[in-house]
T-cell receptor, first 115, second 110 residues
Framework: DTGVSQNPRHKITKRGQNVTFRCDPI?????LYWYRQTLGQGPEFLTY????????KSRLLSDRFSAERPKGSFSTLEIQRTEQGDSAMYLCASSFWGLVNEKLFFGSGTQLSVL | SQQGEEDPQALSIQEGENATMNCSYKTSINNLQWYRQNSGRGLVHLILIRSNEREKHSGRLRVTLDTSKKSSSLLITASRAADTASYFCATDSTGNQFYFGTGTSLTVIP
């Protein structure tokens, strides 16, 4: 068990560019979540997958954001035409969902800065 | 939108003292969890309490849940400098996702 891995740890980009983040969950976990966190705030839910199916997306998630989880393993989060307001820490978490939803295991996050 | 709110927003105590932080939430829940986050890192799960439980202990942690008041408290006893972090409550209402509160920033002074 190597934990949840996120890459890159930091990303600096210019406004209007596209960025992609990767998350590798704990291997036996069937659920994968993406959260966004700004300074001084709690994590804000973006979307989650059960296996390869994207089951829910936050209404806050604009059309510029897209996430995939091919084959139910790793996941990518892409932001197109980045804006300065997209600057935040993007956190990935995974869990094993069975009869009850249990705890989340978080990665260290990707810190995005849009200049 | 975030479901919960922690109180206080910031707390500073001396090492050895107890720290209490509170969480209020808006809708009925299946369970409530507390997480810890060190600066610039991901969150780490501390403890989970189900809606039919009133109190739970884990080491130096004690969590209470009052579903009638839609509130929970986290008590850290005999605090240590290493407990310095932000603490978040997270609620699970649907069994599908977790909503996090705004967090309490705890500073333990050696």
């Amino acid at each position: 068990d190597t934990g949840v891995s996120q890459n890159p740890r930091h990303k600096i980009t210019k406004r209007g560019q596209n960025v992609t983040f990767r998350c590798d969950p704990i291997s036996e976990h069937n659920r994968l979540y993406w959260y966004r966190q700004t300074l001084g705030q709690g994590p804000e839910f973006l979307t989650y997958f059960q296996n390869e199916a994207q089951l829910e997306k936050s209404r806050l998630l604009s059309d510029r954001f897209s996430a995939e989880r091919p084959k139910g393993s790793f996941s990518t989060l892409e932001i197109q035409r980045t804006e300065q307001g997209d600057s935040a820490m993007y956190l990935c978490a995974s869990s094993f969902w069975g009869l009850v939803n249990e705890k989340l295991f978080f990665g260290s996050g990707t810190q995005l800065s849009v200049l | 939108s975030q479901q919960g709110e922690e109180d206080p927003q910031a707390l500073s105590i001396q090492e050895g003292e107890n720290a209490t932080m509170n969480c209020s939430y808006k809708t009925s829940i299946n369970n409530l969890q507390w997480y810890r986050q060190n600066s610039g890192r991901g969150l780490v799960h501390l403890i989970l309490i189900r809606s039919n439980e009133r109190e739970k202990h884990s080491g130096r942690l004690r969590v209470t849940l009052d579903t009638s008041k839609k509130s929970s408290s986290l008590l850290i006893t005999a605090s240590r400098a290493a407990d310095t972090a932000s603490y978040f409550c997270a609620t699970d209402s649907t069994g599908n996702q977790f909503y996090f509160g705004t967090g309490t920033s705890l500073t333990v002074i050696p």
